[in-house]
T-cell receptor
Framework: DAGVIQSPRHEVTEMGQEVTLRCKPI?????LFWYRQTMMRGLELLIY????????DSGMPEDRFSAKMPNASFSTLKIQPSEPRDSAVYFC???????????FGDGTRLSIL | AQSVSQHNHHVILSEAASLELGCNYS??????LFWYVQYPGQHLQLLLK??????LVKGIKGFEAEFIKSKFSFNLRKPSVQWSDTAEYFC???????????FGRGTSLIVHP
């Protein structure tokens, strides 16, 4: 049974470049969450989708960050332009129904030089 | 807004020692409670959850947690830790009507063999 799949696992790029992180939730899960984890701030919720609709994006740091969920099996988190302070591990998680425990992907370790 | 406090940021134990990690939350209504574990370099995994019923919850790998409503607490315990329990432990709380869990900052546990 496939879990939450994230790609890429690691991304190293120079500041100013566009970064796109991808997530495939578990089939049948209709809630999807994007998190950012850093040593300084811990685990932060960036955005929450339910049935492909963004419900809460109050955690998105600024306009450089955007997220989409065009269908039930795919979501992207985009940073444009990227900055060194965006370096973190980004996790995607899914659940069904929303109140149930979340299943996390392996994360994308992002380094912006 | 609800908040979750994990008082112990770093815990160091020897194998076979007993473990108790504190978790307190601020939310007056019905809550769903979770403990997740993150092994080094891996994603978060569910240890145990409480929705209702018996306030003493058994989880995987010998962990348990007790929900004490009057103290707004959901402490994690294990009678005898192993070296393989070295990990980061996160408490999370979601309130009725909001499926977005709030995560604590995490507790880093190091178990010496």
């Amino acid at each position: 049974d496939a879990g939450v799949i994230q790609s890429p696992r690691h991304e190293v790029t120079e500041m100013g470049q566009e970064v796109t992180l991808r997530c495939k939730p578990i089939s049948g899960h209709n809630s999807l969450f994007w998190y950012r984890q850093t040593m300084m701030r811990g685990l932060e919720l960036l955005i929450y989708f339910n049935n492909n609709v963004p419900i809460d994006d109050s955690g998105m740091p600024e306009d450089r960050f955007s997220a989409k969920m065009p269908n039930a099996s795919f979501s992207t988190l985009k940073i444009q332009p990227s900055e060194p302070r965006d370096s973190a591990v980004y996790f995607c998680a899914s659940s069904f129904p929303p109140a149930q425990p979340q299943h996390f992907g392996d994360g994308t370790r992002l380094s912006i030089l | 807004a609800q908040s979750v406090s994990q008082h112990n940021h770093h815990v160091i134990l020897s194998e076979a020692a007993s473990l108790e990690l504190g978790c307190n939350y601020s939310y007056g209504g019905t809550v769903n409670l979770f403990w997740y574990v993150q092994y080094p370099g891996q994603h978060l995994q569910l240890l145990l959850k409480y929705f209702s019923g018996d306030p003493l919850v058994k989880g995987i790998k010998g962990f348990e947690a007790e929900f004490i409503k009057s103290k707004f607490s959901f402490n994690l315990r294990k009678p005898s830790v192993q070296w393989s329990d070295t990990a980061e432990y996160f408490c999370a709380v979601s309130g009725a009507g909001s499926y977005i869990p709030t995560f604590g900052r995490g507790t880093s546990l190091i178990v010496h063999p």
